[in-house]
T-cell receptor, first 114, second 111 residues
Framework: NAGVTQTPKFQVLKTGQSMTLQCAQDMNHEYMSWYRQDPGMGLRLIHYSVGAGITDQGEVPNGYNVSRSTTEDFPLRLLSAAPSQTSVYFC?????????????FGQGTRLTVV | GNSVTQMEGPVTLSEEAFLTINCTYTATGYPSLFWYVQYPGEGLQLLLKATKADDKGSNKGFEATYRKETTSFHLEKGSVQVSDSAVYFCALSGGSYIPTFGRGTSLIVHP
């Protein structure tokens, strides 16, 4: 059981470049989300989706786009990378509709923007 | 809105010491409460959970009790090991699809 798979694990970008962080889950979860983790800041929600075709902004959405064309995939796009986007990015999924649902996380993508 | 407050770290302990990491929350209704653990270089994984008042979640020697009267869910372990060194996140789920996480507490255990 693969769970939540993120690719790539590491990435270095130049300022202004664009890229897509991939996230896929094989648990048929409705809810998926993207977080960034920075020292001293904990986890901050970027975007989330409650089902295929439905996305919404989280706490820090600027500079990022998402789409949810299938239940399994939830890619995160950086439109024009900036050094402030240097961070570790985590994708998570959950069943979503139940109060006691737990979140399953990917291994993370460590992004450096130079 | 919902919020989670946990003690700042790092918490530094010697092996076999007693551990407490405090967590308090603000939420409407009756949320479910969670502790997640993040080992170095990895994603978060569920450590334990409790879904209603007075429930005790437990796993790998860790325990936490859902205290509605004090809106708390403190994490405890009687005897920590070096392998417990990690970052611990308190979280709640309820009222919406979006779980709320605390900022995380780093635990460092020395031999």
């Amino acid at each position: 059981n693969a769970g939540v798979t993120q690719t790539p694990k590491f990435q270095v970008l130049k300022t202004g470049q664009s890229m897509t962080l991939q996230c896929a889950q094989d648990m048929n979860h409705e809810y998926m989300s993207w977080y960034r983790q920075d020292p001293g800041m904990g986890l901050r929600l970027i975007h989330y989706s409650v089902g295929a075709g439905i996305t919404d902004q989280g706490e820090v959405p600027n500079g990022y786009n998402v789409s949810r064309s299938t239940t399994e995939d939830f890619p995160l796009r950086l439109l024009s990378a900036a050094p402030s986007q240097t961070s570790v990015y985590f994708c998570a999924s959950s069943r979503g509709q139940y109060m006691n649902t737990e979140a399953f996380f990917g291994q993370g993508t460590r992004l450096t923007v130079v | 809105g919902n919020s989670v407050t946990q003690m700042e770290g790092p918490v530094t302990l010697s092996e076999e010491a007693f551990l407490t990491i405090n967590c308090t929350y603000t939420a409407t209704g009756y949320p479910s409460l969670f502790w997640y653990v993040q080992y170095p270089g990895e994603g978060l994984q569920l450590l334990l959970k409790a879904t209603k008042a007075d429930d005790k979640g437990s796993n790998k020697g860790f325990e936490a009790t859902y205290r509605k009267e004090t809106t708390s869910f403190h994490l405890e372990k009687g005897s920590v090991q070096v392998s417990d060194s990690a970052v611990y996140f308190c979280a709640l789920s309820g009222g919406s699809y979006i779980p709320t996480f605390g900022r995380g507490t780093s635990l460092i255990v020395h031999p």
